[in-house]
């Protein structure tokens, strides 16, 4: 990415600057062309007698001035690019930039800014039988499965589309229990993609069979549940802000490459303890954490800190915009990512659990690296905010740890070490 924005006077500095405009086309030049992002008025003028100026013909032939709003046209067109996209595309994916801040705020997203276009050639369709739909951990599976081929892989279901091979794009199609999914595929290998979409559909998306209602046999009464009696341990998800820190790229690349590998050893320990299903939790984190990164390194900087927030908050608030449910709690494990690569950006230290007593964990909410490593002298979870259909609250139910949400901030004026209870049915709290 290229700047030329403001002119050479300290006492007016706001404007633009034709020449220089047209001095940055002639460092940018490449034969791929060049996209120019302006905001109003005499910044559209200056570009277009930037190109009047150029004595290269070709050269103003492969430039293209765009409409697209200028921050989250930059963004789209810079991760368009780095994927090798063409220039009609990156000038289509940014003008279309807007539409994940529409579906943030709640905004109708006119179909004009579907950003994948289908291709031609062959395609197969399936009937999609999980019964969470294509969440988080089967929609890892898939764009794993198809990562490895070369030819260009669509997937539409009703009227939105998808990169096959992009997790992001995937978990936004909003896919239930029932729908249809369709991949398109052309290229050299399209047939082997289709294939391996067969397969791993056939295998329900390595998700477990669905065992359906099943028939009332009996009714039974349950034992009475002892409540559970300990000391609370506050402990909220960090927050750090990363316009506040500052990251080279290889400081950047650096903290990603440990959060993968925190990650692969994550996926080891919880598959062994707590099942295969919530150790693909984490591998499902490792394919964000590779996209998420890989967008926020399609950008010429020197200071990714600020970048990677911006990548992860757009990401997490597409998600946390939509209906479905499980699709929306996918939004933490994006903001549980960001903040692990924050946290090391700013060498902050490890908040470690108590080791020794028993205790109540109480926050305002829970990230699933947390719910994983809680000891097992963690009795319960008792969250201000939370989610059940998060995958916080699929490891705690994993590890038979109780997990209380939706309690109200009166729960954050409790104390480190002050004494409660909690009634196991009801989730009745009370403080002594």
């Known amino acids: 990415i290229h700047t030329a924005a403001g002119i050479d006077d300290a006492d007016n500095p706001v404007g633009t600057d034709a020449v220089r405009i047209m001095q940055t086309l002639l460092e940018a030049d490449n034969p791929d062309g060049i996209l120019i992002l302006v905001d109003l008025g005499s910044a559209i003028l200056s570009a277009q007698t930037a190109l009047d100026l150029l004595d290269d013909p070709a050269l103003a032939a492969r430039c293209r001035i765009s409409a697209a709003p200028l921050v989250e046209g930059a963004i789209s ?22 539409a994940a ?26 009937t999609l039988t999980n019964r969470d739909g294509l969440h ?7 764009a794993a499965a198809l990562a490895p081929y070369h030819a260009r892989l669509v997937l539409t279901c009703g009227d939105k589309q998808a990169d096959g091979k992009s997790l992001n794009q995937l978990a936004l199609l909003q896919a239930r229990s029932g729908d249809c999914l369709t991949l398109h595929a052309n290229g050299d290998d399209a047939a082997a993609a289709l294939q391996a979409f067969r397969d791993l559909a056939a295998a329900n998306f390595g998700d477990p069979a669905d065992r359906g209602d099943g028939s009332l046999l009996a ?23 990363g316009d506040a820190l500052h990251a080279d790229r290889a400081a950047f690349n650096e903290a990603v490459a440990t959060v993968a590998a925190r990650l692969e050893t994550l996926q080891d320990k919880i598959s062994a303890r707590l099942g295969a299903d919530a150790g693909d939790i984490f591998a499902a984190h490792a394919q964000l954490l590779a996209e998420l990164s890989e967008a926020t390194l399609a950008h010429d900087a020197t200071n990714y800190a600020p970048i990677w927030q911006a990548e992860t908050t757009q990401a997490a608030a597409a998600l946390a915009a939509l209906p479905d449910p ?22 902050a230290p490890e908040t470690v659990a108590p080791d020794n007593a028993p205790f109540i964990l109480v926050a305002r909410d829970l990230y699933p ?8 002298n963690c009795l319960a979870v008792v969250l201000a905010e939370g989610d059940p259909h998060s ?19 009166a729960v ?13 049915e009801s989730g009745a709290i009370y403080h002594h």
């Open 77 to 98: 067109a810079a991760v368009a690019a780095s994927s090798g996209a063409d220039l009609e595309t990156v000038a289509r994916e940014a003008t279309q930039a807007l």
């Open 101 to 126: 801040k529409q579906v943030a705020l709640g905004e109708n997203v006119p179909a004009s800014t579907a950003p994948v276009a289908v291709p031609s050639g062959a395609s197969a369709t399936i």
């Open 136 to 142: 988080a951990r089967p929609a890892a599976r898939l």
């Open 219 to 241: 009714r039974a009464t349950p034992a009475t549940a002892a409540p559970i009696r300990a000391a609370v341990w506050r402990c909220d998800p960090p927050q750090h802000d």
């Open 326 to 347: 499980y699709l929306r709690a996918r939004a933490a494990d994006i903001c549980d990512l960001a903040q692990q690569v924050l946290a090391l950006l700013a060498d």
């Open 369 to 376: 690296l947390r719910a994983a490593t809680l000891p097992a």
């Open 391 to 409: 995958h916080a609250a699929l490891l705690c139910q994993a590890a038979q740890r109780p997990y209380y949400s939706g309690a109200g901030d």
């Open 412 to 424: 954050l004026a409790l104390t480190d070490g002050q004494s409660i209870q909690i009634e196991r």
